[in-house]
């Protein structure tokens, strides 16, 4: 059974930072592409970043210059670092992983932007 598991979410004051890491498991087949995606209180579900094996790097408008995805395709990590953060930035965090089988979703990690 595959298995999606966020950390590194919390507190921080604007203007700092925070790593979030992603580890998925239980796939015999690779996943193509992994990333983020946040949800705010009372807003959609958008997409933060995402990485293709092979691609570039997608991101968001609100991410470019301030966060960066990175991933590791042995270990199926994916990780977002996020720097600059501001309190519009507040959200659940989930990441997601896809493969031939389809989509799977984390349970989400709650960053909060505030002083």
């Known amino acids: 059974q595959v298995q999606v598991v966020e950390s590194g979410g919390g507190l921080v004051q604007p203007g700092g930072s925070l790593r979030l890491s992603c580890a998925a498991s239980?796939?015999?087949?690779?996943?193509?592409?992994m990333g983020w995606y946040r949800q705010a209180p009372g807003k959609q579900r958008e997409l933060v970043a995402s990485?293709?094996?092979?691609?570039?790097?997608n991101y968001a408008d609100s991410a470019k210059g301030r966060f960066t995805i990175s991933r590791d395709n042995v270990k199926n990590t994916v990780y977002l670092q996020m720097n600059s953060l501001k309190p519009e930035d507040t959200a659940v965090y989930y990441c997601y992983g896809t493969n031939i089988h389809g989509n799977y979703w984390g349970q989400g990690t709650q960053v909060t932007v505030s002083s």
């Open positions: 239980g796939s015999s087949f690779s996943f193509v592409v």
């Open positions: 990485s293709s094996i092979g691609g570039s790097p």
